[in-house]
């Protein structure tokens, strides 16, 4: 005898997760898919990090004809299983699986090309295609449909990767026409610096990390390494107290074209580097926005390394570099650095292209919310 399917309305009031899934798979099973849909559905609420409910229940709802939103959680549930090192191969994905597996996986292949293709072709319509040539690459690239061929091996975004762009790591002054009157307001900026460190209201991590032992990886030097900010801008949220606090600075970052990406970019903020404190080696995500450097405060012992390249900093003086290189800094003085730290375009990027990277990448961050991924 087959044994009772358990009622779902009690599943639905238990708040488990386990139990859920269960009752859902076997309604699935009975094609019952609209039980299955909520049993399933509850069952993602409770345990989001649930490869496994979150495949059933993207596979319920590609049944129900609910491709968009399968697609999201097919995605979801493939990208946090191979983060757990499972579904890379027949060998790490258990038999039963491999089938639905695999078919995920052509699935989410498709319908991933098909949104963010679509998120594109306002600007095809608008431009041509030509204009977009090297956008459509980098979103090919992105897809691993085709490979980076970085030209300089040097360079691996964590990210976003924009083929065709020239290729350093530090780059010449003349490509920024701005930094001379940017650089006239170093004395108001830090100026203003000062009032916020006396203050010390606003300067918060620049890295924010759950445990104090995942400093490791990270931070070094010394055994309470520190790296703070004052942020202008988070993540593209700008923070409108700052800039009533520091209205010259303010002032003088609207006169720059920074990278404004909704939720991704731009990072502004004065950077603080306490005595001792190392920046280990790390990459950014993407080539398309640089990072630019005013140096504020710079006691001695104090220096950049990008890509190999060890460059020190002078106070008032900017320069820019590409952190899609390894790169590493340290502050080996016994006095506080501090430099003001900004997201610019790569100047090598046209207008057309700056836009169609604006779109891209805000859509493939929207894309990824919803499939309850970690964005860039």
């Known amino acids: 005898m087959t044994a009772p399917v358990p009622n779902l309305d009690d599943a639905l ?17 009975l094609n019952k898919l609209d039980e299955a849909y909520q049993a399933l559905a509850r069952a993602v609420e409770l345990a989001p990090k649930a490869f496994m409910v979150r495949l059933h229940y993207a596979h319920v709802l590609e049944r129900l ?11 979801g549930a493939i990208t946090q299983a191979q983060m757990q090192d499972r579904w890379l191969s027949d060998e790490t994905t258990a038999p039963p699986l491999r089938s ?21 072709a306002p600007l095809r319509a608008r431009y041509g295609d030509e204009p977009l040539r090297r956008v459509a690459d980098c979103l090919r690239i992105y897809l691993h449909e085709l490979p980076a061929n970085y030209p300089d091996p040097r360079q691996r975004p964590k990210f976003l990767y924009f083929p065709g762009l020239p290729t350093t790591a530090y780059f010449a002054r003349e490509l920024f026409p701005w930094y001379a009157q940017f650089e006239a307001n170093f004395a108001a900026i830090r100026e203003e610096l000062a009032s916020v460190m006396a203050a010390k209201e606003g300067i918060e991590p ?24 004052y942020f202008f801008y988070r993540h593209g949220e700008r923070y409108d107290a700052h800039y009533r606090d520091c ?16 939720e991704h970019a731009p990072e502004v903020c004065f950077s603080v580097l306490t005595p001792g404190t190392h920046i280990l080696p790390h990459r950014g995500v993407t080539n398309t926005r640089l990072v630019t450097h005013l140096p504020l405060v710079v006691p001695d012992n104090c220096a ?50 700056r836009e169609a990277v604006t779109v891209l990448v805000e859509g493939i961050g929207d894309f990824n919310t919803e499939a309850g991924v970690d964005r860039d």
Not at 100 to 120: N, P, Q, S, W
Not at 208 to 214: I, L, N, V
Not at 247 to 261: E, F, K, M, N, S
């Open 13 to 29: 009031q238990s708040g488990d997760a386990q139990a859920l899934w269960n009752l859902g798979s076997s309604l699935l099973a």
């Open 65 to 75: 004809g609910r491709e968009h939103a399968a697609l999201a959680q097919y995605f």
């Open 100 to 120: 639905l597996v695999k078919h995920a996986m052509r699935f989410t292949y498709d319908g991933r090309k098909r949104v963010f293709e679509a998120l594109l």
């Open 206 to 229: 620049f890295l924010k990390f759950h445990r104090p032992e995942d400093v490791q990886g990270y931070l070094g030097g010394v055994e309470k390494p520190v790296w703070d900010a």
């Open 247 to 262: 209205p010259r600075t303010g002032a003088a970052l609207d006169a720059v074209p920074l990278c404004q990406i909704r």
């Open 304 to 353: 950049i390394h990008v890509g190999g390249e060890e460059r020190v900093w002078h106070e008032g003086e900017c320069f820019t570099f590409d952190d899609t290189f390894e790169h590493e800094a340290w502050n080996r003085s016994d006095s506080t650095r501090v430099v003001m730290l900004l997201d610019v375009w790569n100047p090598h990027l046209t207008e057309v292209e």
